[in-house]
Protein backbone atom coordinates (compact mmCIF):
# COMPACT_ATOMS: atom_id res chain seq x y z
CA UNK A 1 0.00 0.00 0.00
CA UNK A 2 1.16 3.72 -0.55
CA UNK A 3 -0.05 6.64 0.59
CA UNK A 4 0.61 9.59 -1.58
CA UNK A 5 -1.24 13.27 -0.75
CA UNK A 6 -3.22 13.83 -4.09
CA UNK A 7 -3.48 17.33 -3.88
CA UNK A 8 -2.68 20.10 -5.94
CA UNK A 9 0.74 21.57 -4.16
CA UNK A 10 0.90 19.19 -1.77
CA UNK A 11 4.28 18.73 -0.33
CA UNK A 12 5.86 15.19 -1.63
CA UNK A 13 7.36 13.24 0.95
CA UNK A 14 11.05 12.60 0.94
CA UNK A 15 12.10 10.11 -2.13
CA UNK A 16 14.15 7.97 0.15
CA UNK A 17 12.57 8.06 3.61
CA UNK A 18 14.23 7.75 6.75
CA UNK A 19 13.78 3.54 8.49
CA UNK A 20 10.76 4.18 11.02
CA UNK A 21 11.65 3.85 14.93
CA UNK A 22 11.07 0.34 16.35
CA UNK A 23 10.41 1.42 19.63
CA UNK A 24 6.45 3.14 18.43
CA UNK A 25 3.55 1.33 20.59
CA UNK A 26 0.82 3.63 19.20
CA UNK A 27 -1.04 0.76 16.48
CA UNK A 28 -1.97 4.19 14.08
CA UNK A 29 1.52 5.19 14.12
CA UNK A 30 2.73 1.30 13.35
CA UNK A 31 0.45 1.14 10.69
CA UNK A 32 1.83 4.15 9.47
CA UNK A 33 5.10 2.96 9.16
CA UNK A 34 4.38 -0.45 7.44
CA UNK A 35 3.32 1.80 4.97
CA UNK A 36 6.10 2.19 1.63
CA UNK A 37 6.68 6.30 1.60
CA UNK A 38 7.83 7.27 -1.76
CA UNK A 39 7.23 10.72 -3.29
CA UNK A 40 4.03 11.72 -5.20
CA UNK A 41 6.08 12.25 -8.74
CA UNK A 42 7.70 8.72 -8.32
CA UNK A 43 3.69 7.16 -7.49
CA UNK A 44 1.92 8.32 -10.15
CA UNK A 45 4.66 7.41 -12.51
CA UNK A 46 4.95 4.27 -11.49
CA UNK A 47 1.58 3.37 -10.43
CA UNK A 48 -0.85 5.60 -12.90
CA UNK A 49 2.10 6.47 -15.61
CA UNK A 50 1.86 10.44 -15.10
CA UNK A 51 3.94 12.45 -13.54
CA UNK A 52 2.55 15.32 -11.06
CA UNK A 53 4.53 18.13 -10.01
CA UNK A 54 2.81 19.20 -6.98
CA UNK A 55 6.22 20.44 -6.11
CA UNK A 56 7.18 24.17 -6.43
CA UNK A 57 9.72 26.50 -5.41
CA UNK A 58 9.94 30.37 -4.67
CA UNK A 59 11.40 32.09 -7.30
CA UNK A 60 14.74 33.98 -5.81
CA UNK A 61 15.39 30.17 -4.89
CA UNK A 62 14.90 29.04 -8.16
CA UNK A 63 17.29 31.49 -9.46
CA UNK A 64 20.18 30.89 -7.28
CA UNK A 65 20.15 27.28 -7.92
CA UNK A 66 19.68 27.73 -11.82
CA UNK A 67 22.79 29.90 -11.30
CA UNK A 68 24.89 27.00 -9.72
CA UNK A 69 23.31 24.29 -12.41
CA UNK A 70 24.76 26.52 -14.77
CA UNK A 71 27.89 27.29 -13.34
CA UNK A 72 28.62 23.05 -12.69
CA UNK A 73 27.51 21.88 -16.03
CA UNK A 74 28.70 24.26 -18.70
CA UNK A 75 26.69 21.55 -21.23
CA UNK A 76 23.45 22.82 -19.96
CA UNK A 77 20.75 23.60 -21.79
CA UNK A 78 17.17 25.57 -20.74
CA UNK A 79 13.87 23.90 -22.10
CA UNK A 80 11.76 27.18 -20.81
CA UNK A 81 7.53 26.42 -21.44
CA UNK A 82 5.80 29.84 -21.34
CA UNK A 83 1.95 30.04 -20.73
CA UNK A 84 0.94 32.26 -24.72
CA UNK A 85 -1.43 33.83 -22.31
CA UNK A 86 0.55 35.50 -20.08
CA UNK A 87 3.93 35.51 -21.87
CA UNK A 88 5.75 38.05 -19.72
CA UNK A 89 4.34 36.69 -16.22
CA UNK A 90 5.54 33.00 -17.27
CA UNK A 91 9.04 33.54 -18.51
CA UNK A 92 11.97 34.61 -15.94
CA UNK A 93 12.30 38.19 -17.82
CA UNK A 94 15.71 38.31 -16.16
CA UNK A 95 17.11 34.56 -17.36
CA UNK A 96 19.26 36.09 -19.49
CA UNK A 97 21.32 37.21 -16.08
CA UNK A 98 20.70 34.11 -14.82
CA UNK A 99 22.50 31.71 -17.68
CA UNK A 100 24.07 34.22 -19.37
CA UNK A 101 24.54 33.87 -23.65
CA UNK A 102 26.59 30.57 -23.40
CA UNK A 103 23.46 27.75 -22.71
CA UNK A 104 21.14 28.05 -25.68
CA UNK A 105 17.27 28.41 -24.34
CA UNK A 106 14.51 26.12 -26.32
CA UNK A 107 11.14 27.94 -25.69
CA UNK A 108 8.26 26.20 -25.49
CA UNK A 109 5.18 28.36 -25.77
CA UNK A 110 2.27 26.65 -24.72
CA UNK A 111 -1.74 26.42 -24.24
CA UNK A 112 -1.71 27.54 -28.26
CA UNK A 113 -5.14 25.41 -28.28
CA UNK A 114 -6.70 27.73 -26.13
CA UNK A 115 -6.49 30.60 -29.07
CA UNK A 116 -9.61 31.96 -30.73
CA UNK A 117 -9.43 30.51 -34.43
CA UNK A 118 -9.53 34.05 -35.89
CA UNK A 119 -5.57 33.84 -34.44
CA UNK A 120 -3.56 34.03 -37.44
CA UNK A 121 -0.49 31.52 -37.30
CA UNK A 122 2.08 33.60 -38.41
CA UNK A 123 0.67 36.74 -36.52
CA UNK A 124 1.23 34.64 -33.55
CA UNK A 125 4.49 33.83 -34.74
CA UNK A 126 5.84 36.95 -35.17
CA UNK A 127 4.37 38.10 -31.93
CA UNK A 128 6.02 35.92 -29.84
CA UNK A 129 9.00 36.13 -31.69
CA UNK A 130 9.31 39.55 -31.22
CA UNK A 131 8.53 39.22 -27.21
CA UNK A 132 11.30 36.76 -27.22
CA UNK A 133 14.05 38.92 -28.72
CA UNK A 134 13.33 41.07 -26.08
CA UNK A 135 14.87 38.68 -23.67
CA UNK A 136 18.13 38.79 -25.66
CA UNK A 137 18.75 35.31 -24.96
CA UNK A 138 20.69 32.57 -26.92
CA UNK A 139 16.98 30.87 -28.30
CA UNK A 140 17.97 27.86 -29.76
CA UNK A 141 14.26 27.28 -31.31
CA UNK A 142 11.29 28.89 -30.61
CA UNK A 143 8.19 26.22 -30.45
CA UNK A 144 4.55 26.90 -30.41
CA UNK A 145 2.55 24.05 -28.67
CA UNK A 146 0.05 22.40 -26.94
CA UNK A 147 0.87 20.24 -23.99
CA UNK A 148 -2.45 19.02 -23.68
CA UNK A 149 -3.11 18.12 -26.92
CA UNK A 150 -0.26 17.14 -28.12
CA UNK A 151 0.45 19.59 -30.67
CA UNK A 152 4.12 20.06 -31.69
CA UNK A 153 5.39 17.54 -29.41
CA UNK A 154 7.21 15.36 -32.21
CA UNK A 155 8.70 18.85 -33.47
CA UNK A 156 9.93 19.41 -29.36
CA UNK A 157 11.62 16.11 -29.83
CA UNK A 158 13.70 16.91 -32.89
CA UNK A 159 15.18 19.82 -31.21
CA UNK A 160 15.60 17.77 -28.19
CA UNK A 161 17.65 15.75 -30.67
CA UNK A 162 19.80 17.84 -31.64
CA UNK A 163 20.93 19.72 -28.70
CA UNK A 164 21.06 16.24 -26.89
CA UNK A 165 22.33 14.05 -29.42
CA UNK A 166 24.74 16.50 -31.82
CA UNK A 167 25.14 18.89 -29.34
CA UNK A 168 25.99 16.54 -26.28
CA UNK A 169 23.91 18.88 -23.87
CA UNK A 170 21.87 18.13 -20.51
CA UNK A 171 18.34 19.36 -20.56
CA UNK A 172 16.79 21.40 -17.68
CA UNK A 173 12.96 21.97 -18.32
CA UNK A 174 11.65 25.15 -16.76
CA UNK A 175 8.52 26.67 -15.97
CA UNK A 176 6.65 28.39 -13.08
CA UNK A 177 3.74 26.35 -11.81
CA UNK A 178 0.68 26.21 -13.80
CA UNK A 179 2.66 26.76 -17.04
CA UNK A 180 1.80 22.70 -17.88
CA UNK A 181 4.84 21.69 -17.05
CA UNK A 182 3.50 17.89 -15.55
CA UNK A 183 1.56 18.24 -18.74
CA UNK A 184 4.16 18.20 -21.25
CA UNK A 185 6.35 16.14 -19.37
CA UNK A 186 3.39 13.60 -19.06
CA UNK A 187 3.03 13.92 -23.62
CA UNK A 188 6.38 13.52 -24.16
CA UNK A 189 6.49 10.15 -22.14
CA UNK A 190 3.07 9.00 -23.53
CA UNK A 191 4.66 9.80 -27.21
CA UNK A 192 7.80 7.66 -25.93
CA UNK A 193 9.92 10.53 -25.76
CA UNK A 194 10.95 9.90 -22.73
CA UNK A 195 11.45 7.14 -20.49
CA UNK A 196 10.30 7.09 -17.03
CA UNK A 197 12.83 8.67 -14.44
CA UNK A 198 15.73 7.24 -13.02
CA UNK A 199 15.57 9.32 -10.46
CA UNK A 200 16.10 12.54 -7.87
CA UNK A 201 18.63 14.66 -7.52
CA UNK A 202 18.84 17.63 -5.27
CA UNK A 203 21.53 20.17 -6.70
CA UNK A 204 22.76 22.39 -3.82
CA UNK A 205 22.59 26.35 -4.87
CA UNK A 206 25.58 28.48 -3.76
CA UNK A 207 23.38 29.94 -1.27
CA UNK A 208 23.00 27.38 1.64
CA UNK A 209 19.47 26.14 2.20
CA UNK A 210 18.83 26.33 -1.30
CA UNK A 211 18.07 23.41 -3.02
CA UNK A 212 16.67 21.73 -6.44
CA UNK A 213 14.95 18.95 -6.43
CA UNK A 214 15.97 17.43 -9.97
CA UNK A 215 13.64 14.68 -11.95
CA UNK A 216 16.33 12.80 -14.38
CA UNK A 217 14.75 11.39 -17.45
CA UNK A 218 16.89 9.67 -20.04
CA UNK A 219 16.08 10.34 -23.55
CA UNK A 220 15.81 7.56 -25.65
CA UNK A 221 18.55 8.48 -27.91
CA UNK A 222 21.63 7.72 -26.29
CA UNK A 223 22.11 6.53 -22.52
CA UNK A 224 24.19 9.34 -21.89
CA UNK A 225 21.42 12.50 -23.03
CA UNK A 226 19.61 13.36 -19.76
CA UNK A 227 16.21 15.40 -19.49
CA UNK A 228 15.74 17.38 -16.23
CA UNK A 229 12.88 18.20 -14.65
CA UNK A 230 12.89 21.34 -12.01
CA UNK A 231 10.57 21.99 -9.61
CA UNK A 232 7.83 24.96 -10.55
CA UNK A 233 8.74 28.09 -10.16
CA UNK A 234 6.15 29.93 -7.43
CA UNK A 235 5.42 33.53 -7.55
CA UNK A 236 3.42 35.24 -4.63
CA UNK A 237 1.45 36.94 -7.62
CA UNK A 238 0.48 34.28 -9.13
CA UNK A 239 -3.37 34.37 -8.76
CA UNK A 240 -3.70 30.34 -8.93
CA UNK A 241 -1.74 30.32 -5.25
CA UNK A 242 -4.21 31.80 -4.05
CA UNK A 243 -7.55 30.40 -5.30
CA UNK A 244 -9.19 27.31 -4.11
CA UNK A 245 -9.34 24.17 -6.47
CA UNK A 246 -12.66 24.61 -7.61
CA UNK A 247 -12.24 28.30 -8.42
CA UNK A 248 -8.72 27.34 -10.24
CA UNK A 249 -10.74 24.47 -12.66
CA UNK A 250 -13.37 27.59 -13.29
CA UNK A 251 -10.64 30.25 -14.19
CA UNK A 252 -8.44 27.45 -16.22
CA UNK A 253 -9.90 27.85 -19.90
CA UNK A 254 -10.62 24.24 -21.36
CA UNK A 255 -11.68 25.28 -24.77
CA UNK A 256 -10.98 27.36 -27.51
CA UNK A 257 -11.41 31.46 -26.21
CA UNK A 258 -14.50 32.90 -27.85
CA UNK A 259 -13.81 36.74 -27.96
CA UNK A 260 -16.70 38.88 -26.54
CA UNK A 261 -16.72 42.21 -26.92
CA UNK A 262 -18.19 45.51 -25.42
CA UNK A 263 -18.53 49.06 -25.37
CA UNK A 264 -17.00 51.12 -22.72
CA UNK A 265 -18.20 54.59 -21.37
CA UNK A 266 -16.27 57.00 -19.25
CA UNK A 267 -17.29 56.84 -15.82
CA UNK A 268 -17.50 52.60 -16.26
CA UNK A 269 -16.17 49.40 -15.20
CA UNK A 270 -15.79 45.87 -16.32
CA UNK A 271 -15.80 43.52 -13.81
CA UNK A 272 -14.32 39.92 -14.43
CA UNK A 273 -16.07 37.33 -12.19
CA UNK A 274 -16.56 38.41 -8.45
CA UNK A 275 -13.85 41.02 -8.24
CA UNK A 276 -10.88 39.18 -10.05
CA UNK A 277 -9.41 41.67 -11.87
CA UNK A 278 -11.57 45.31 -12.98
CA UNK A 279 -10.64 47.45 -15.57
CA UNK A 280 -12.66 51.37 -15.60
CA UNK A 281 -12.29 54.02 -18.07
CA UNK A 282 -11.52 57.01 -16.56
CA UNK A 283 -11.10 59.40 -19.61
CA UNK A 284 -12.14 59.70 -23.13
CA UNK A 285 -14.88 58.61 -25.71
CA UNK A 286 -15.96 55.20 -25.22
CA UNK A 287 -13.72 52.75 -26.56
CA UNK A 288 -14.43 48.45 -26.87
CA UNK A 289 -13.11 46.01 -24.86
CA UNK A 290 -12.33 42.68 -25.89
CA UNK A 291 -12.19 39.83 -23.72
CA UNK A 292 -10.42 36.74 -23.89
CA UNK A 293 -11.25 34.78 -20.57
CA UNK A 294 -13.23 31.45 -20.07
CA UNK A 295 -16.62 31.48 -20.54
CA UNK A 296 -16.92 30.43 -16.93
CA UNK A 297 -15.61 33.97 -15.59
CA UNK A 298 -18.92 36.39 -15.57
CA UNK A 299 -18.53 39.85 -17.41
CA UNK A 300 -20.11 42.98 -16.07
CA UNK A 301 -20.26 46.56 -16.60
CA UNK A 302 -20.97 48.92 -14.00
CA UNK A 303 -20.81 52.91 -13.07
CA UNK A 304 -17.26 52.92 -11.39
CA UNK A 305 -18.86 54.80 -8.32
CA UNK A 306 -21.25 51.45 -8.02
CA UNK A 307 -18.52 48.62 -8.33
CA UNK A 308 -18.47 47.67 -4.37
CA UNK A 309 -22.32 47.62 -3.65
CA UNK A 310 -22.99 45.36 -6.81
CA UNK A 311 -20.26 43.18 -5.97
CA UNK A 312 -22.02 42.65 -2.21
CA UNK A 313 -25.66 42.44 -4.47
CA UNK A 314 -24.72 40.03 -7.20
CA UNK A 315 -21.41 37.78 -5.80
CA UNK A 316 -22.42 34.28 -5.97
CA UNK A 317 -25.52 34.86 -8.77
CA UNK A 318 -24.53 37.06 -11.77
CA UNK A 319 -20.92 37.73 -10.27
CA UNK A 320 -18.13 34.49 -10.06
CA UNK A 321 -15.75 33.14 -9.51
CA UNK A 322 -15.61 33.08 -6.17
CA UNK A 323 -18.86 32.22 -5.44
CA UNK A 324 -19.73 34.09 -2.00
CA UNK A 325 -18.86 37.46 -1.17
CA UNK A 326 -16.79 36.99 2.07
CA UNK A 327 -14.69 34.91 -0.31
CA UNK A 328 -14.44 37.84 -2.34
CA UNK A 329 -13.33 40.04 0.45
CA UNK A 330 -10.88 37.22 1.86
CA UNK A 331 -9.02 37.29 -1.55
CA UNK A 332 -9.16 41.33 -1.51
CA UNK A 333 -8.25 43.98 -4.68
CA UNK A 334 -6.79 46.31 -4.97
CA UNK A 335 -5.50 49.31 -7.34
CA UNK A 336 -2.40 47.96 -10.14
CA UNK A 337 -2.18 51.20 -12.14
CA UNK A 338 -3.11 54.00 -14.39
CA UNK A 339 -2.24 54.41 -18.06
CA UNK A 340 -3.21 57.23 -20.70
CA UNK A 341 -3.42 55.13 -24.05
CA UNK A 342 -3.93 56.62 -27.70
CA UNK A 343 -6.35 54.39 -29.63
CA UNK A 344 -5.12 53.77 -32.88
CA UNK A 345 -8.82 53.47 -34.64
CA UNK A 346 -11.36 50.81 -34.77
CA UNK A 347 -9.90 47.83 -36.96
CA UNK A 348 -6.99 47.21 -34.39
CA UNK A 349 -6.32 46.66 -30.68
CA UNK A 350 -3.86 49.24 -29.25
CA UNK A 351 -2.99 47.04 -26.11
CA UNK A 352 -3.98 44.05 -23.98
CA UNK A 353 -4.50 44.14 -20.40
CA UNK A 354 -2.96 40.80 -18.95
CA UNK A 355 -4.21 39.20 -15.63
CA UNK A 356 -1.75 36.50 -14.51
CA UNK A 357 -3.46 33.35 -14.76
CA UNK A 358 -7.03 33.65 -16.46
CA UNK A 359 -6.94 35.86 -19.77
CA UNK A 360 -6.53 39.22 -21.10
CA UNK A 361 -8.56 42.17 -22.53
CA UNK A 362 -7.84 43.88 -26.21
CA UNK A 363 -7.92 47.84 -25.75
CA UNK A 364 -9.80 49.34 -29.49
CA UNK A 365 -10.57 53.15 -29.84
CA UNK A 366 -9.95 56.27 -31.48
CA UNK A 367 -8.18 59.46 -29.47
CA UNK A 368 -6.81 59.47 -25.69
CA UNK A 369 -8.36 57.75 -22.96
CA UNK A 370 -6.90 56.64 -19.65
CA UNK A 371 -7.73 53.45 -17.82
CA UNK A 372 -7.24 51.70 -14.88
CA UNK A 373 -6.41 48.59 -13.38
CA UNK A 374 -7.27 46.25 -10.24
CA UNK A 375 -6.33 42.98 -9.39
CA UNK A 376 -7.56 40.51 -7.06
CA UNK A 377 -4.62 39.16 -4.27
CA UNK A 378 -1.55 40.63 -5.30
CA UNK A 379 -1.94 39.13 -8.57
CA UNK A 380 -0.19 40.84 -11.42
CA UNK A 381 -1.71 42.91 -13.82
CA UNK A 382 0.25 44.22 -16.42
CA UNK A 383 0.04 45.80 -20.35
CA UNK A 384 1.44 44.58 -23.29
CA UNK A 385 1.45 45.11 -27.12
CA UNK A 386 -1.96 43.40 -28.13
CA UNK A 387 -1.54 39.65 -29.44
CA UNK A 388 -4.47 39.51 -31.68
P1 LIG B 1 2.36 22.66 -13.89
O1 LIG B 1 1.99 23.26 -12.58
O2 LIG B 1 3.27 23.55 -14.68
O3 LIG B 1 2.88 21.27 -13.79
O4 LIG B 1 1.00 22.63 -14.75
P2 LIG B 1 0.00 21.44 -15.10
O5 LIG B 1 0.60 20.51 -16.10
O6 LIG B 1 -0.51 20.84 -13.85
O7 LIG B 1 -1.15 22.27 -15.84
C1 LIG B 1 -1.79 23.36 -15.22
C2 LIG B 1 -3.16 23.54 -15.86
O8 LIG B 1 -2.99 23.88 -17.23
C3 LIG B 1 -3.98 22.25 -15.85
O9 LIG B 1 -5.32 22.59 -15.65
C4 LIG B 1 -3.77 21.69 -17.25
O10 LIG B 1 -4.87 20.90 -17.66
C5 LIG B 1 -3.66 22.95 -18.07
N1 LIG B 1 -2.84 22.74 -19.28
C6 LIG B 1 -1.59 22.27 -19.37
N2 LIG B 1 -1.18 22.25 -20.66
C7 LIG B 1 -2.21 22.73 -21.39
C8 LIG B 1 -2.41 22.95 -22.80
O11 LIG B 1 -1.58 22.71 -23.65
N3 LIG B 1 -3.63 23.48 -23.15
C9 LIG B 1 -4.58 23.76 -22.23
N4 LIG B 1 -5.72 24.26 -22.67
N5 LIG B 1 -4.43 23.56 -20.92
C10 LIG B 1 -3.26 23.05 -20.50
Known amino acids: VVTVPDLPGATPRLHK ?42 RTDFRQALIKIVKDNPRAAILALVDVMDFHGTILTDLKDIIGDRH ?42 SAAKGANIGKVFEVLRNVCSNEGRDLYVIGTTNVGKSTFINSLLKKGFLKNHRRHETTTSVFPGTTLDLIDFPLPIHPRNRL ?23 ITPRKRLKPRTYRVSKGQSMIFGAGLGRVDLTDGRPIYFTVFMSSTISIHITKTERVDEVLKKLTGTLLSPPSTFERHQALGWSFRFTKKLRGIGW ?41 M
Open 104 to 145: PVILCVNKIDVLPREMSSMRLNRWVQRQAANLELWVYDLLLI
Open 17 to 58: PAPSSPTASDPQKEEEENVERICCRCHQLTHQGKVRLGESVD
Open 228 to 250: FDTPGILSDTQLSAKLQFDELKL
Open 347 to 387: GESVKDVVFSGFGWIALTGCGNFRIAAWGASNADVRTRPPL
